[in-house]
C-alpha cells in the first residue's frame, strides 16, 4: 500500500539523528526513499522551530503540499514531527494544518510506524524489535560519521529557549542500548559516532554509576571506530573527570561544543544559563591545559531583549580575548511560551545584523590567523565522501576542522584515516595532498 517515503530534514544533529531512525524504520517495512516529495506515498517533515526562520520554512514547505494531498487523499501520508509538534502542539496543530495526517513528538519515530502499520494491515513487513538490527537507511549504507542521541529532551530551560517545551524534561537513554546501536553502525561500516545532547554533559544524572567520561570511554572501545565525539556540553557540567577522558583517549576527538551565548553577567544570568563570564573562561583555560590543541566551538545570541552596546561589546571582547574556534551567532528570536518572550524585543533588527555582522568578522579573521598554522603541517584526516565537483575528498581532522585532499589516482579513500600535507588554508577549509593512509588497524 505505503511504498515510497521522502523525509525532509531541517535544523540540529538531533533532528537529522531523528529523521535517520525513522528512515531506517520505515524501510525495515519495506518503503524505499525517493528524492521528490511527490512521488511518495508518505512524506515526513523533520522541523526546527529553535528560531522565527527555520519555523517559517518548515509552514511554507507544509503548506505546499496541501495540493498533493487534495489530490491524492488517503494515497498519500503526511506526517509532521521535529519541534514544530510538543505535547501541546499536538492538540493545536490539526486545526491550523487539518491535511497533515499524523503528528509526533521529537525522537519517537516509532509511532509512525504504529500508525503505518494500523492504515497499511497486512501490506507492511513486521519492524525489526531488536536495535542489533537496526540498519542504516538504503541512500546512508556507506556513511562514515553517525549521531547518536543520548540525552533527549532538556530540563534546564534557558529563558529564550523553546526546546525543553518541545522535547520534554532529559532523560538518559540507557548506556547498553547506546552501546548496542553503536556496535550496529561500526558493524555497517561507520567510523566516527558524535553522541548527541541538548545538553550532553548532563548524561546520566539520573543513572546510577554512568557518566558522559564513563560512557566515552565504553564507547571508544567498540571494534572498528576510528573517532568519537560528543555535543553540545553546557558549561555548568562540564567536569575534569570529561575533560581528562578528552586528555586520556585517543580516538576521543579533542573538540568542544562549548555555546556560552553571551559574554556579560548580567545578560548571561537573564538567559538564565547558570555560569558567569570568569566561569566559561576558567573552563576553556582548563581544557586548554588538559588538551592543549583542543577544538573549541560556541554558540553566540545577539540582540537579546535588552542588551546594550556596552553588554554585546563584553561578547565580542570574550570571544577576541578567547580566540575560539567556530562560533555560530543567532540573532535572538522570541520564541512561544519562553521566558524571554513575556519581554519586549527590544533591539532592532539592523542593530541585530549589525552585532552579527561584527561577530562573524571577528570569527573570521581568527580563524583565518588560526588555520594559518597549518600549511607546511601534516594531518591526520578521516576522508567522509568525495567531491565530484573539485575532484579532492572532504574529511575533517580530530579537531573539526574541514580539509580537502588532492589525491591523485582515484583510489577510494572514504572511511579512511590519511595523513595529509596542508598547502593552504582559509578561515572555513583547508586544502592538502595526500601523504599515506594511515593506521589501518582501528
Ligand atoms: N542545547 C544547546 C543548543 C540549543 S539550540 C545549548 O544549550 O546551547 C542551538 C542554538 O540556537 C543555541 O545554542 C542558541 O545559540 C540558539 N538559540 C536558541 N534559542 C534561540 C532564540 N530564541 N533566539 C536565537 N537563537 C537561539
Known amino acids: 500500500m505505503y511504498k515510497k517515503y521522502?523525509?525532509?530534514?531541517?535544523?540540529?544533529?538531533?533532528?537529522?539523528?531523528?529523521?535517520?531512525?525513522?528512515?531506517?524504520?520505515?524501510?525495515?517495512?519495506?518503503?524505499?526513499?525517493?528524492?521528490?516529495?511527490?512521488?511518495?506515498?508518505?512524506?515526513?517533515?523533520?522541523?526546527?522551530?529553535?528560531?522565527?526562520?527555520?519555523e517559517d520554512k518548515a509552514r511554507n514547505r507544509l503548506n505546499s503540499l496541501k495540493p498533493l494531498k487534495l489530490s491524492r487523499g488517503d494515497n498519500l501520508v503526511?506526517?509532521?514531527?521535529g519541534c514544530m509538534v510538543g505535547k501541546k502542539e499536538?492538540?493545536?496543530?490539526?486545526?491550523?494544518?487539518?491535511?497533515?495526517?499524523?503528528?509526533?513528538e521529537p525522537s519517537k519515530p516509532d509511532l509512525l510506524v504504529d500508525f503505518l502499520r494500523a492504515k497499511g494491515g497486512d501490506a507492511l513487513l513486521p519492524v525489526a524489535e531488536d536495535l542489533e538490527d537496526y540498519r542504516l537507511p538504503d541512500g546512508e549504507e556507506n556513511a562514515v560519521c553517525a549521531f547518536v542521541p543520548i540525552t533527549l529532551g532538556c530540563s534546564h530551560v534557558c529563558s529564550y529557549c523553546v526546546i525543553p517545551y518541545r522535547r520534554g524534561p532529559d532523560r538518559s537513554r540507557a548506556p547498553e542500548v547506546i552501546l548496542k546501536e553503536v556496535r550496529a553502525l561500526a558493524a555497517q561500516g561507520v567510523k566516527e559516532i558524535t553522541l548527541l545532547g541538548q545538553i550532553v554533559d548532563r548524561y546520566g544524572m539520573e543513572l546510577e554509576e554512568w557518566n558522559l567520561a564513563k560512557l566515552l570511554r565504553a564507547v571508544?572501545?567498540?571494534?572498528g571506530l576510528a573517532r568519537v565525539r560528543f555535543m553540545t556540553s553546557h558549561p555548568a557540567y562540564m567536569d575534569e573527570e570529561l575533560i581528562t577522558a578528552v586528555a586520556e583517549e585517543p580516538k576521543l576527538c579533542p573538540y568542544f561544543e562549548l555555546p556560552f551565548q553571551a559574554g556579560n553577567n548580567r545578560v548571561l544570568q537573564e538567559m538564565r544559563r547558570g555560569y558567569t563570564r570568569e566561569e566559561y573562561i576558567r573552563i576553556v583555560k582548563s581544557i586548554r591545559e588538559k588538551v592543549p590543541d583542543a577544538g573549541i566551538n560556541t554558540d553566540i545570541i545577539v540582540g537579546y531583549p535588552t542588551e546594550s552596546e556596552e553588554e554585546f561589546m563584553d561578547t565580542y571582547?570574550?570571544?577576541?580575548?578567547?580566540?575560539?574556534?567556530?562560533?555560530?551567532?543567532?540573532?535572538?528570536?522570541?520564541?512561544?511560551?519562553?521566558?524571554?518572550s513575556q519581554q519586549e524585543d527590544d533591539?532592532?533588527?539592523?542593530?541585530?545584523?549589525?552585532?552579527?555582522?561584527?561577530?562573524d568578522q571577528l570569527v573570521e579573521s581568527i580563524l583565518s590567523e588560526k588555520n594559518g598554522r597549518y600549511p607546511g603541517r601534516t594531518v591526520e584526516v578521516l576522508v567522509e565522501s568525495f567531491q565530484e565537483k573539485t575532484?579532492?575528498?572532504?574529511?575533517?581532522?580530530?579537531?573539526?576542522?574541514?580539509?580537502?585532499?588532492?589525491?591523485?589516482?582515484?583510489?577510494?579513500?572514504a572511511g579512511e584515516l590519511v595523513q595529509v600535507a596542508i598547502t593552504w588554508a582559509g578561515p572555513y577549509s583547508m586544502i592538502g595532498t595526500l601523504q599515506e593512509k594511515g593506521?589501518?588497524?582501528v
Open 90 to 104: 499536538a492538540e493545536t496543530l490539526p486545526d491550523e494544518f487539518p491535511f497533515v495526517d499524523f503528528f509526533l
Open 220 to 223: 571508544c572501545q567498540v571494534d
Open 391 to 413: 575532484g579532492r575528498w572532504r574529511g575533517r581532522i580530530p579537531q573539526g576542522n574541514l580539509v580537502f585532499v588532492e589525491a591523485d589516482g582515484a583510489m577510494p579513500l
Open 439 to 441: 593506521d589501518e588497524t
Open 317 to 340: 571582547r570574550l570571544l577576541e580575548e578567547l580566540r575560539l574556534d567556530v562560533a555560530h551567532i543567532a540573532k535572538y528570536s522570541p520564541r512561544p511560551r519562553t521566558l524571554s
Open 347 to 359: 533591539i532592532p533588527g539592523e542593530e541585530k545584523e549589525r552585532r552579527r555582522v561584527m561577530l
Open 6 to 54: 521522502h523525509i525532509w530534514t531541517i535544523g540540529c544533529q538531533m533532528n537529522v539523528a531523528d529523521s535517520r531512525q525513522l528512515a531506517s524504520r520505515l524501510e525495515s517495512l519495506g518503503l524505499t526513499e525517493v528524492a521528490k516529495a511527490g512521488e511518495a506515498d508518505v512524506i515526513v517533515l523533520n522541523t526546527c522551530v529553535v528560531r522565527q526562520q527555520p
Open 78 to 81: 503526511i506526517a509532521l514531527m
